[in-house]
């Protein structure tokens, strides 16, 4: 039920905020070794709800953030390296959250950065903050 509430405010947000390009596209930043991220970003409404359901009942992990975050400047590379270690274990996505309000907004985000986790379209876990890795590692495990 609170899946297709989360659904409609998202299309209510689409429809009300007339057309809006959006779309789902790999973050070509590179890495410490020179390769292309292990993290998409996600921009809009639609991919974000796109990533999920092409996801299935596999795990999801988005990262919301900003790029005057000092804080999410510090947890970026950690989720790189954690998402390299583990790539059986999570689909990882980025949501720049100053040029996705809406998304902000559904999620009711008021601090970044803000890792959330979700498996069948269903948020099932959140840190907010930069925390160890082990926290980050212990959720993919235990999720």
């Not at 429809?15 to 390009?21: H, M, Q």
């Not at 930043?29 to 999920?52: M, P």
């Not at 400047?73 to 999570?90: C, G, T």
């Not at 959330?116 to 082990?134: A, E, L, P």
Request: charged fraction near 20%.
């Amino acid at each position: 039920m609170r899946l297709r509430k989360v659904l409609f405010i998202i299309g209510g947000l689409l429809v009300a905020f007339g057309p809006v390009a959006v779309g789902c596209s790999e973050n070509t930043t590179q890495g410490r070794a020179g390769g292309k991220s292990a993290i998409a970003s996600l921009d809009g409404a639609e991919a974000f709800r796109q990533a999920l359901a092409d996801a299935g009942t596999g795990l999801v992990v988005v990262d919301f953030y900003a790029d005057w975050c000092a804080p999410c400047r510090q947890l970026s590379p950690m989720l790189e390296e954690i998402a390299r270690a583990y790539p059986d274990k999570a689909t990882f996505y980025k949501v720049n959250v100053d040029k996705n309000g809406d998304l902000m907004r559904v999620f009711r985000i008021t601090g970044i950065p803000r890792v959330m986790f979700f498996r069948n379209s269903r948020t099932v876990h959140s840190i907010i903050g930069v925390q160890h890795r082990d926290a980050y590692v212990k959720a993919l495990n235990r999720l």
